[in-house]
């Protein structure tokens, strides 16, 4: 079964200062990872995608299969980054599995002015 | 951009009594999902269907129940509510893929 774990519930960074949003992995197979957000009163809607290789509003994420991980990077954060983020796992087993995404715990960003 | 639509959006409901909450989209896909959503757990999948004659458990399915009516059309039925699922609840609905998932703005239900 595929876990994913996002280590920080909580992160506070200063406009203008790098962010970085930890997400770790299990999965015995291929996955595809996703970053899903959640700004205030809005849907969560989805952010980035790795196999996407894009830089979304200023975010990028780059797979690291060695360390399992799928780490959400910022350079330079802005206030209206502030929101819940999620890392997502989809396995590429096939079967009922295809298409399900297991979401981590769920990192609430703050910035400040 | 109400792609897919959740009723009621919030409801107190009293341990012991059934509640339903509704689903609909407009997206046209055959995948449709509940989830639920509390502090500290993340988002956990309780039921999913991947067309209208098929519906599987989650990871949290205990307490719950589903229907799909229509491809349109997925509701979530607490059979006899308690208060440890007092909860935001999101359904969901993607493609065949799973690529992107489209969210409601969630049913707030609270078990007193």
């Known amino acids: 079964a595929q876990r994913v774990t996002q280590p920080e519930k909580l992160l506070s960074v200063f406009k203008g200062a790098p962010v970085e949003l930890k997400c770790n992995y299990s999965y015995s197979g291929s996955p595809e990872l996703f970053w899903y957000v959640q700004y205030s009163r809005q849907r969560l809607q989805l952010l980035l995608r790795h196999i996407s290789r894009e830089s979304i509003k200023g975010f990028t994420a780059d797979l690291n299969k060695g360390e399992t991980s799928f780490h959400l990077k910022k350079p330079f954060a802005q206030e209206e980054d502030s929101a819940m983020y999620y890392c997502?796992?989809?396995?590429?087993?096939?079967?009922?599995?295809?298409?399900?995404?297991?979401f981590g715990q769920g990192t609430i960003l703050t910035v400040h002015p | 951009d109400a792609d897919v639509t959740q009723t009621p959006r919030n409801r107190i409901t009293k341990t012991g009594k059934r509640i339903m909450l509704e689903c609909s989209q407009t997206k046209g896909h055959d995948r449709m999902y509940w989830y639920r959503q509390d502090p500290g757990l993340g988002l956990r999948l309780i039921y999913y269907?991947?067309?209208?004659?098929?519906?599987n458990k989650g990871e949290i399915s205990d307490g719950y129940s589903v229907s799909r009516q229509a491809q349109a059309k997925f509701s979530l039925s607490l059979e006899s509510a308690i208060p440890n699922q007092t909860a935001l609840y999101f359904c969901?609905?993607?493609?065949?893929?799973?690529?992107?998932?489209?969210f409601g703005e969630g049913s707030w239900l609270t078990v007193v």
């Open positions: 969901a609905t993607s493609d065949i893929s799973g690529n992107t998932i489209y």
């Open positions: 269907s991947f067309d209208v004659k098929d519906i």
């Open positions: 997502a796992l989809k396995p590429n087993a096939g079967g009922t599995s295809y298409g399900k995404l297991t």
